[in-house]
């Protein structure tokens, strides 16, 4: 897979336009919208507002999976205050949403029941929020759950995370465990051969570009995504666009194994042309 690039385009930002017949790290269908955590109230708000024009708008159906929030009913910690999901659908009702539908569940059995998933089959986005994302795994991965994500995508749908729904949607998990720096855990792989790490920038030595990359010189199938707190990544078979603070760095060590074979900025895009 040979990157060529054959302009750089400034202009209320950077294009970055590339010819290429394949680019493993967007699909091929769909809209893949990640967030890397730590969002402002304004970017949180241009997150929303995104994933709705991007479904459809405003009569489009949302449906937000809250799974991930430790703290949304059975909680695993008793002892905290209950998450509402209300909350987060009165969220995207404000962000211009006429019809949002929260699914959650902790049950694998619940998880994998038609009843259960016939929302999502007529849906055209899904939101999986922060929090756990082993919760996640743990819940919808191998289910029917999994499954009517990855045709939501494939028939022109939005699949969206943010924090641990967003390394949910890739095909692993990277980090410290603390044994030598690898793979954590499978997850939901809608981005099929994708680990996902948000938080970039405040990972502290353990989920930098260098780490990374050195897990992917021995596995070179994968390609690492990287997201900075308070950063938004836009994918579809069309390429790359980054809002908000920080950066997003693709990391591809079957192309480079020192360094980003991508880096992004909030107002730069990275177009495939055919």
């Not at 054959?6 to 294009?15: E, K």
């Not at 006429?98 to 998933?117: M, P, Y």
């Amino acid at each position: 897979m040979k990157l060529i690039v054959v302009a750089l385009i400034v202009f209320c930002g950077i294009d970055r336009v590339a010819a290429q017949s394949k680019v493993r790290w967007c699909p091929t269908s769909g809209t893949i919208l990640l967030a890397g955590g730590g969002l402002s109230s304004s970017n949180a708000e241009s997150f929303g507002k995104h994933l709705i024009a991007l479904a459809g708008g405003p009569n489009a159906t949302i449906v937000i999976i809250p799974t991930a929030d430790p703290n949304m009913p059975p909680q695993i910690n008793p002892a905290h205050t209950p998450s509402d999901p209300n909350e987060l659908k009165k969220l995207f009702e404000s962000f211009g949403a006429k019809h949002v539908a929260i699914l959650h569940t902790r049950d694998r059995k619940i998880a994998n029941s038609e009843a259960f998933v016939k929302v999502l089959r007529s849906a055209n986005a899904v939101f999986m929020t922060g929090g756990q994302s082993l919760l996640l795994e743990n819940t919808y991965r191998g289910t029917l759950v999994n499954a009517e994500m990855k045709a939501l995508l494939a028939r022109g749908g939005v699949v969206a995370g943010d924090s641990a729904g967003a390394i949910a949607i890739g095909g692993l998990w990277l980090t410290w465990l603390p044994e030598p720096f690898g793979k954590r855990a499978d997850e939901l792989d809608i981005l099929q051969g994708v680990a996902i790490s948000p938080h970039a920038n405040k990972a502290k030595g353990y989920v930098t570009d260098h780490e990374v990359l050195k897990y992917l010189a021995g596995h070179s199938t994968i390609t690492g995504i990287n997201i900075d707190e308070n950063t938004i990544l836009i994918l579809n078979k069309d390429g790359a666009q980054v809002l908000g603070a920080g950066r997003v760095s693709i990391l591809d060590a079957s192309k480079d194994k020192t360094k980003p074979a991508l880096i992004l900025k909030g107002g730069e895009k990275y177009i495939i042309k055919p």
